[in-house]
């Protein structure tokens, strides 16, 4: 069980970059796999990015590869979404789950058993 929240989403201007932070509670984050998902209002939850317990293995959505890179400090349990060359379609409200092992596939909600509340990312033009 962890609990998670997310932070560091705001307004920015296209081209620009912002850095959003998944803390963890309850549970060392170590012991999970972390995935970062994003929802814009009335669509579906899409993958972004996913990385294992070690940091070593990553995965990230096409849309975002090159432009976004995940990371963790599991000495701060904290897991971290570098988001670079911003874009108006990067809008939405960002989200971190957790799953400690499993077999689903990595860009998959339902493959997540812990989600946090969501921090709204808004790029301008």
């Known amino acids: 069980q962890v609990q998670l929240v997310e932070s560091g989403g705001r307004l920015v201007q296209a081209g620009g970059s912002l850095r959003l932070s998944c803390a963890a509670s309850g549970r060392t984050i170590s012991s999970y796999v972390v995935g970062w998902f994003r929802q814009a209002p009335g669509k579906e939850r899409d993958f972004v990015a996913r990385i294992t317990w070690s940091g070593t293995s990553k995965y990230y959505a096409d849309s975002v590869k090159g432009r976004f890179t995940i990371s963790r400090d599991n000495a701060k349990n904290t897991v971290y979404l570098q988001m670079n060359s911003l874009k108006p379609e990067d809008t939405a409200v960002y989200y971190c789950?957790?799953?400690?092992?499993?077999?689903?596939?990595?860009?998959?909600?339902?493959?997540?058993?812990?989600w946090g509340q969501g921090t709204q990312v808004t790029v301008s033009s």
């Open positions: 789950a957790a799953v400690r092992a499993f077999a689903g596939p990595p860009a998959v909600p339902g493959s997540y058993d812990y």
